[in-house]
């Protein structure tokens, strides 16, 4: 399985044998701040974390290819707030989390 996130929709998808299995909106990173597109793995999982770098809770992070950036639950405006990480709404980011695996691969594209 592994997540597509497309940048310019603002939209993720939960793909399992090449069928999508769920969809959500997202909210990537804003202007100076860009969700970078490419190939990652999770690395890591936390159902509950804390920013090390702004001190916010990030619940269900998900972390990406060991970097700074994951997806995470947050407000999701409706167009790129974050500061590089894909947010998903609350709900989502718990379904998305338990699927998900470390070693299974998110996709972002333009």
Request: hydrophobic letters at 40%; proline letters at 5%.
């Amino acid at each position: 399985q592994r997540v597509v996130v497309n940048l310019s929709r603002q939209r993720a998808e939960l793909l399992r044998d090449g069928e999508v299995v769920d969809t959500t909106a997202v909210s990537t990173g804003r202007k100076g701040y860009s969700t970078p597109a490419g190939t990652f793995v999770i690395t890591n999982k936390h159902s509950s974390w804390i920013s090390t770098i702004y001190k916010v809770p990030m619940p269900w992070f998900m972390r990406l290819s060991c970097g700074s950036i994951g997806l995470h639950a947050g407000n999701v405006p409706g167009y790129p707030a974050s500061h590089g990480c894909i947010r998903l709404p609350y709900a989502k980011a718990k379904a998305f989390f338990s699927q998900m695996r470390v070693g299974d691969v998110v996709e972002i594209v333009r």
